[in-house]
């Protein structure tokens, strides 16, 4: 595989695109990186989870951290589909919210580190939004 600087292509069989945001709101919350890994309370500075940097296409989250801070995250694409509303579940892999289509993990949820959550995600594969609350 050849990488082309100048042009930011890569000639090959992979190619690395970063995806850009339309929405960041990002509410008493700290993610790692731009638009996945690691979540933290902004408060405590406490994990409360971690989300898939590949596999969601939009995000509606709502918590409670243990230290009575409130948190919310909305993140989407310029390039995001308009989702389905289904009623099917996540599944739970593990500790992983993962699409019931393909398994593919979409986010974790720590469940020690936080009281409540409302969860709204969008899958990018299949396009469904699933919801989950505690």
Same mark, same amino acid.
């Given at each position: 595989?050849? !990488? ?43 994990? !409360? ?79 469904? !939004? ?5």
């Amino acid at each position: 595989m050849k !990488i082309d600087l100048k042009n930011d292509n890569i000639k090959g069989k992979y190619k690395i695109m970063a995806r850009i945001l339309k929405n960041k709101e990002l509410v008493n919350t700290k993610l790692a990186t731009n638009y996945g890994g690691w979540m933290y309370c902004d408060t405590c500075n406490e994990n !409360i989870g971690y989300l898939c940097y590949s596999t969601y296409d939009c995000l509606e989250l709502k918590y409670k951290c243990n230290c009575g801070s409130h948190g919310r995250a909305l993140l989407n694409f310029e390039d995001s589909k308009t989702g389905r509303n289904c009623n099917d579940a996540l599944l739970t892999i593990k500790n992983r919210f993962c699409c019931p289509k393909d398994n593919d993990p979409l986010i974790t949820i720590l469940d020690k580190k936080v009281t409540n959550y409302e969860i709204k995600i969008t899958c990018k594969s299949c396009g469904n !939004i699933y919801k989950k609350v505690k």
